[in-house]
């Protein structure tokens, strides 16, 4: 069966579980405050996903969740909740209740 997801949103393209949209492919005005240390017009959502994830399940606010679950399929967002060393063990264990997933 062919893929018509191309026809249907011709400006999405789908990467290692992130959906890019073109106007929406840069950090959001609202979340910056969350990458106080970098330069967030430099960070790439494809290659540092797993930095945007971490950060964002660490430090979240609802503006910040809605944002990355618009941007990060969940089964992405739970492999870097249980990969990565940036996240606390509080807030991993929260996220794993959060998306119900075991621990």
Known sequence: MQDLTPLLHPSR???AG???YPMESVISSGIRPLFWDVDAD??????NSDFVISRILEWTTPAALDWLEAHYSASRILEVNRSSRSISRRSRDFWNLWYGAAP
């Open 18 to 20: 992130v959906t890019i």
């Open 42 to 47: 430099r960070i790439d959502l494809v290659r």
């Open 13 to 15: 393209r789908d990467v």
